[in-house]
C-alpha cells in the first residue's frame, strides 16, 4: 500500500517535473516555430500536448520570441473539439478571433478527451497555423488512475 502511494506521488512529481522543463526549453512548435510565432501560457512559450481540466493561465499567440518585448500578440480563434464536433459555449467559438484567451473561461465545459483547438487567424501575410491540445483530467494531489 505503501509502495504504491509512494509510486503514484513520484509518477505526479516526475509528470511535474518533465512539464515544467518542456515549457522552460527550447523544444519546437513545429510549424508555427518555423513562422516565428509562439504559443504561450502566461508570457512563456507552451510546449504541451495536454492540458488537465484544472488548468488556468492566458493562452496567447505571438510573432516571436515571446520572451522579448518586440514580441506582437497575434489574433487567433480557440474552440473546444468534442468527437470531431465544435462544442459552441462561453470563449470556445470558432468563428471568433481574440488576441488572449482564459483557460478558466473555456475549461469549464470541456470533458475529458476534447481537444482544445487553437488556430491563428491567417491573413495574407500569415499562414493558418494551428495547434491541438488535447484535455485531460488529472488530479495532482490524488492522481489515482493517471499514472
Known amino acids: 500500500m505503501i509502495v504504491h502511494k509512494i509510486h503514484r506521488v513520484s509518477c505526479a512529481a516526475l509528470l511535474l517535473l518533465s512539464s515544467y522543463i518542456l515549457t522552460q526549453t527550447g523544444v519546437a512548435q513545429p510549424k508555427a516555430a518555423s513562422y516565428g510565432y509562439s504559443l504561450t501560457l502566461n508570457g512563456h512559450a507552451l510546449m504541451v500536448s495536454a492540458v488537465s481540466l484544472n488548468s488556468q493561465g492566458v493562452l496567447a499567440w505571438v ?47 470541456a470533458r475529458p478527451g476534447d481537444e482544445l483547438v487553437l488556430e491563428l487567424a491567417a491573413t495574407d501575410a500569415k499562414p493558418s497555423v494551428s495547434r491541438v491540445i488535447n484535455v485531460i483530467n488529472y488530479d495532482w494531489l490524488f492522481p489515482g488512475d493517471n499514472c
Open 63 to 109: 510573432d516571436g520570441n515571446p520572451a522579448t518585448k518586440q514580441s506582437k500578440p497575434l489574433p487567433f480563434r480557440v474552440y473546444l473539439r468534442r468527437a470531431g464536433a465544435v462544442v459552441r459555449c462561453r470563449m470556445s467559438d470558432e468563428t471568433q478571433a481574440v488576441y488572449s484567451a482564459q483557460l478558466h473561461d473555456i475549461l469549464p465545459v
